[in-house]
């Protein structure tokens, strides 16, 4: 009997550890528009960043398989511009599944395209959250810390905000690199000010959004659709907040931009009071899609 408690208590420890790492993250590299036929930097490259991404220990808590963060990674080169100094853009996407229902969610879509690195074949991709190594590992970390605390901002009040902090960090350390992206004088929609918008109490009401639509809202509806669209049509409120005082927001954008699709069939359904209210706020947030949520009100729907 003790050695069977010993074999199981073993197996249950090397479980933990084959499902410690949190994200099931998929890596594309395209290299189609850099010169050149020898491609083998640039698949070497893929490779070491999927590993990066996927085996490394970010966070203290462990995962099982079916857990983990659901996200992928999308790299297009543009140009080379010696050696080994790269510039391209880089397209981030991160889902999340609802309760009891076979949908799954967008949370965050977004195309960086001020992503310069350098990158020589086979060196190890170093990363560390006390000092910028490089803008290539510092980078994807950053973007790593910002799918972590999304998606445990659906789950939980707050709750990515260690992870908000992190990548706010990664900026911080960044300060001194020559590459766009890390400045806020870099322009008003980067890394710098994405950061900025998750870490200021001045936003909090997205914050308390992605919790409420998501925790609230989007994994009651399979049971309750009637009571998940409430929650939904409150938290468009808390988005409204942010615009009135705020309208210049990058992360209210960015919020607006993976959810506006979703929203729409959302209020597809519904009482026609429900429609109305959550036509109006949209419209007022995002007056360039106006024509699209005026179209929620001609689907009908039942009498509020």
Request: charged share 20%.
């Amino acid at each position: 009997m003790k050695r069977l408690s010993v074999i199981a208590i073993l197996c249950m420890f090397l479980a933990n550890i084959a499902a410690a790492q949190e994200l099931k993250c998929d890596i594309q590299i395209n290299s189609s528009q850099v010169p050149g036929t020898d491609k083998t930097v640039f698949q070497n490259l893929q490779t070491a960043l999927y590993e990066f991404i996927n085996n490394t220990k970010w966070t203290s808590i462990n995962f099982k398989t079916v857990e983990k963060i659901e996200c992928s990674i999308a790299i297009t080169l543009k140009e080379r511009t010696s050696s080994n100094s790269f510039a391209g853009d880089i397209n981030l996407a991160l889902r999340r599944p609802c309760y009891k229902a076979s949908y799954t969610t967008p949370v965050f879509n977004y195309l960086d395209q001020k992503f310069s690195f350098e990158y020589t074949d086979g060196q190890p991709l170093d990363f560390s959250l006390n000092t910028h190594m490089s803008d290539l590992t510092s980078t994807i970390a950053f973007y790593v810390y910002m799918f972590l605390g999304l998606d445990f901002d659906t789950f939980s009040p707050n709750g990515g905000q260690p992870f908000f902090e992190a990548a706010q960090q990664i900026v911080n350390n960044a300060q001194s690199s020559s590459q766009t992206g890390w400045k806020a004088f870099d322009g008003n929609k980067n890394r710098y000010w994405m950061a900025e918008n998750m870490t200021n109490n001045s936003y909090a009401p997205l914050r308390r959004f992605i919790y409420e639509y998501h925790r609230l809202g989007l994994d009651v509806m399979s049971e309750k659709p009637d009571e998940g669209r409430a929650a939904i049509l409150t938290s468009l409120g808390y988005l409204q907040e942010v615009y009135n005082t705020y309208p210049t927001c990058f992360f209210l954008q960015l919020i607006v931009e993976a959810k506006r699709d979703e929203i729409i069939n959302v209020f597809s359904q519904g009482s026609q009071k429900e429609k109305t209210e959550a036509v109006n706020i949209m419209k007022q947030i995002d007056p360039s899609q106006a024509s699209r949520y005026d179209a929620i009100l001609q689907n009908g729907g039942r009498r509020g």
